[in-house]
Structures are given as structure tokens and as C-alpha cells.
């Protein structure tokens, strides 16, 4: 077995004479505080803001940034001096109307969470923003950045000669408490297949090389938030589902999500075979969630089988422990954030468009309403 280290992220010391770069934070909840520590692991950067309007988050943003100024709304934060990049961290439903207010306000370099959007709607006024939006859009695509996904998605071709079949395997903990309980409604997230899959489908875009043209899915809610009720409402939000996916060269990807597989020993399985042979990648879950009693948590592998000569090579990705200590995510909100920093201090493209965050929620919009009707949906 052989070693693949994901540790030379080296937490830098600031010793340059140029200014550090600014970040303001819109939505301090989870994944808000975690850019937050994220962020901190730069060379030569800061939160200096934040907006949130609940006050116990905004708290324990403010622990995290005491420097930061911290407020209650978008409005307050765009009304203060010396940021210079943005990071929309709210709640799905309120990145488009974030967005269009930043843009007729204060055009940033803007970092949003994923989906990008939740409701057809938005479409075109996302298209609308995208055409006069003069700073950097990155759609925060972690997955991407999970080592081993990145060191999959680096061999995949050469390992398997071309992908032509593609699975990717979610078992893992049920959607986390989030503040107001937004998250148990569809309403609010997109659905299950837009808020958690979109992910799963830009990772298939981005391996397959190619644009989806067909979609087949199976999904709903058997398990999970089924006792419990908000103002007499229950929720709807999916928790497992099959989706199929066929792709204009060909190809063909599938995904498994089981929300409800907590003792799972890794979250996501990756595979992609072709005419040459086998790749695969294997993710553990936050280590927040190991079984203390279980001991060490397991490490994330990639195993590469190749038809001949037969004979799978395993290889460990060991991830830095502060990384997997400041996130949910396997150390892939710091390389993201590095990546981020870098397109903004040298003027680069974003690695994750707008398009390609849109295509990810057009994705799994249709998987959404074709598990609810049955049909199958031509993209």
C-alpha cells in the first residue's frame, strides 16, 4: 500500500508587505463558520465582517473572527469600508436575492454556496446577473476539493481509458438542525436532489468531461424527520433516491444517496470504469461523527484496478488533522478557499462558473420532478 499525502498545505505565517485580503461572511450558521475557519489557515488574509441575523450564530461567528464586525444584515455589511471578497454562506433560497443586491450595490469578488439557486424562477435572473456582474463568481463546490476526489478525478482518465461508467455512493447522517429549521422543506432547499445531490452531479460532469442529456430517478423520504413537525408541518425532504444519468458521449453515471447509514465506515464510494480499467475513491465522513470507541477514523484511499496486468494498487490520502478538524468536508473548503485567493489576487477564470453551479441545480431539479412523477426528462 502506498501514501499519498494531502498535508503540504502548510499553514503560512503572514510575511508579506502587501495588505492582507478582506473577506466579509453573509450567513455565519455550519458552513459559515466553517470558511471561517478555513479562511484563517491563508497566507495573508481575514474575516474583517459579518452579517447574520441570528444573534446566538452571530456569536459564535464572533468567537471565531473577534476582530470582525459583526451585523445583522446584507445592508449593514455593504454600508462598511475594507472588504474586498464576499462569501454567501445563508440559506439556499437567499443566494439569488443576495446576489442581485450585491451586484446593484457593491460588485465583489463572490464566493456563494451551492445550489446557486433553488427555484426555476431564478433562472432568469441568474442569467441576468451573470451577464453584468463585473467581479469573479466561484460556486462553492467542495466536493471537488476532497483529496481524494481531486487525486480520482486527476487519474480517472488515464486509469480507465475513457470513462463509460461512472457511480457515485452517498450513506451518511440525516440533514443536521439548522437554524429556523429551514432545511426540512423543500420549499427552502431546492429538495433533496438540489440542495445535498448537486454536488453529485457537478462531480459527473466534471469527470464525464460532457453535458448530461437524459435523467431517471427514484426517490423520497422512508426514515428520517418523519416525527417531527414545525408550526404542524411535517417535513418533506427527501432522504434516499437513485439517479441515473446519460451523458452526450455516451457515458453513463449513476448516484446512490441513503441518508440514513450513519454507521457507514466511508460517506461517499466513487467508481469510474472504462475499456482499460478501474478507478475508485473512498471518503470517510466529518470526524466529528467516529465512534470514539472505535478508535483511529479511517483514512480516505483511491484503488486503481487495471485489466491488465490484474492487480488493484491502494492508495492512502492522508488529510492534515487541523483540516479535518475546521470542516465537514474532508480539507476541501481550505484547498477550495486557496484556489479562490489565488483566482483573485492573479486575475484567473473561477475553476467553478456560474454555469456550471446552474447546470448542477438544472440537474437536480430534474431528478426532483421526475422521482415525483415518474417521468424520465430530456435535458
Not at 475557519?37 to 491563508?42: D, E, G, S, T
Not at 471537488?144 to 452517498?170: C, D, N, Q, W
Not at 408550526?231 to 418533506?236: K, L, M, N
Amino acid at each position: 500500500m502506498t501514501q499519498e499525502p494531502f498535508s503540504d498545505h502548510a499553514f503560512h505565517p503572514n510575511l508579506s508587505d502587501e495588505p492582507p485580503t478582506r473577506y466579509g461572511i453573509i450567513g455565519t450558521g455550519m458552513m459559515g463558520q466553517e470558511h471561517i475557519r478555513n479562511i484563517a489557515f491563508l497566507d495573508n488574509a481575514e474575516v474583517v465582517a459579518l452579517a447574520e441575523p441570528d444573534e446566538g450564530m452571530r456569536k459564535e461567528a464572533s468567537f471565531l473572527a473577534p476582530d470582525a464586525t459583526a451585523v445583522d444584515s446584507l445592508d449593514a455589511l455593504l454600508h462598511l469600508d475594507g472588504i474586498d471578497a464576499l462569501v454567501i454562506a445563508s440559506p439556499n433560497h437567499l443566494h439569488v436575492g443576495q446576489m442581485l443586491e450585491i451586484a446593484g450595490r457593491r460588485a465583489l469578488p463572490l464566493l456563494v454556496e451551492k445550489p446557486v439557486y433553488t427555484d426555476p424562477l431564478h433562472t432568469a435572473q441568474l442569467a441576468e446577473f451573470a451577464a453584468r456582474y463585473p467581479a469573479l463568481v466561484w460556486v462553492a463546490m467542495e466536493y471537488r476539493y476532497m483529496p481524494p476526489i481531486a487525486s480520482f478525478l486527476s487519474r480517472v482518465h488515464e486509469e480507465t481509458g475513457g470513462i463509460r461508467m461512472l457511480s457515485i455512493k452517498e450513506h451518511r447522517f440525516p440533514f443536521l438542525g439548522k437554524v429556523g429549521d429551514w432545511n426540512r422543506f423543500a420549499r427552502n432547499t431546492g429538495g433533496t436532489m438540489v440542495e445535498k445531490c448537486c454536488h453529485f452531479f457537478d462531480l459527473m460532469r466534471l469527470a464525464m468531461q460532457s453535458e448530461p442529456v437524459r435523467v431517471m430517478a427514484s426517490a423520497g423520504q422512508a426514515v428520517n424527520h418523519l416525527d417531527e413537525a414545525y408550526d404542524g408541518e411535517v417535513p418533506d425532504i427527501w432522504d434516499h433516491g437513485y439517479v441515473i444519468v446519460d451523458f452526450e458521449n455516451g457515458a453513463r453515471g449513476m448516484l446512490e444517496l441513503c441518508m440514513f447509514a450513519d454507521g457507514s465506515r466511508y460517506q461517499e464510494e466513487i467508481c469510474a470504469v472504462g475499456s482499460k480499467g478501474k478507478i475508485e475513491a473512498f471518503v470517510p465522513g466529518p470526524t466529528r461523527f467516529w465512534p470514539a470507541q472505535l478508535g483511529v477514523p479511517p483514512v480516505a484511499k483511491v484503488i486503481v484496478s487495471p485489466r491488465d496486468p490484474k492487480g488493484p494498487m491502494e492508495l492512502d490520502i492522508p488529510v492534515d488533522e487541523d483540516l479535518l478538524e475546521a470542516g465537514d468536508h474532508n480539507g476541501a473548503t481550505f484547498y477550495q478557499h486557496q484556489l479562490f485567493l489565488e483566482a483573485i489576487r492573479q486575475g484567473r477564470q473561477p475553476a467553478v462558473s456560474l454555469a456550471d453551479g446552474a447546470m448542477a441545480v438544472q440537474m437536480g431539479m430534474a431528478a426532483q420532478e421526475l422521482a415525483r412523477t415518474g417521468q424520465a426528462v430530456e435535458i
